[in-house]
């Protein structure tokens, strides 16, 4: 299989993880988000909706979409499970995946960040501003979803697609210098997460088109 994406999206950097728990070798292809190569032809064919990451199977098959992508993953792939088998267990996993993946990354990516300063010229402050309002937000209701959890992960003893979304969401936040301190049950999963080979193998800094500075 093939995973075309970015070193730095946090979409990408979620699938990679998930591969990486799951044990699967892909090969990656790089998109340059910051150069517009999602904008060329070439990459538009492949994904219409000009985003990364996009799973290629081996007949050719194309999916989309950081969330499908890992719900595919967890239903054809054997290995560690990505979401329980309990329903409740699922459903709060799912919630985590919802609330990062819909309510607080998109709001804060590269094409809207680019966006709040090209078309409506605000300046570089403001938009920080915007994105690091939008990641505490999303972090503080998640801190308080998960306060009462005494798992070694999100909500089990190993680590799941909830997993998968939030190291990278914190990644993010580390970005903009938001103040970790403030998410005490947070950081401790993050801690957990990243003392595993399959977490450490996926930051973007170990990519091969992360920039050498």
């Given at each position: 299989m093939k995973l075309f994406g970015y070193?730095?999206?946090?979409?990408?950097?979620?699938?990679?993880?998930?591969?990486?728990?799951?044990?699967?070798?892909?090969?990656?292809?790089?998109?340059?988000?910051?150069?517009?190569?999602?904008r060329e032809d070439n990459y538009a064919k492949i994904n219409p909706q000009l985003l990364v990451p996009t799973l290629e199977r081996e007949d050719g098959i194309r999916?989309?979409?950081?969330?499908?992508?890992?719900?595919?993953?967890?239903?054809?792939?054997?290995?560690?499970?990505?979401?329980?088998?309990?329903?409740?267990?699922?459903?709060?996993?799912?919630?985590?995946m919802t609330l990062i993946g819909a309510d607080t990354a998109p709001i804060q990516n590269l094409r809207v960040l680019k966006y709040l300063k090209g078309p409506l010229d605000l300046p570089q402050e403001t938009v920080d501003d915007w994105a690091?309002?939008?990641?505490?937000?999303?972090?503080?209701?998640?801190?308080?979803?998960?306060?009462?959890?005494?798992?070694?992960?999100?909500?089990?003893?190993?680590?799941?697609?909830?997993?998968?979304?939030?190291?990278?969401?914190?990644?993010?936040a580390r970005r903009y210098d938001i103040d970790m301190s403030a998410f005490p049950r947070l950081s401790e999963v993050e801690a957990t997460c990243l003392a595993l080979p399959a977490f450490e193998a996926a930051r973007p800094e170990t990519q091969a088109d992360a920039p050498d500075e």
């Open positions: 070193w730095r999206s946090s979409a990408s950097y979620r699938v990679r993880i998930a591969l990486n728990l799951k044990g699967i070798d892909v090969e990656h292809i790089p998109v340059n988000l910051r150069a517009g190569e999602q999916l989309t979409q950081s969330a499908a992508i890992i719900e595919y993953l967890e239903e054809t792939v054997a290995g560690p499970a990505l979401l329980p088998n309990d329903p409740l267990q699922r459903a709060r996993i799912r919630s985590v690091r309002h939008w990641i505490a937000t999303g972090l503080t209701s998640l801190e308080k979803m998960t306060a009462s959890s005494s798992s070694s992960y999100l909500y089990t003893e190993t680590p799941t697609a909830a997993d998968c979304f939030l190291i990278p969401q914190i990644y993010n």
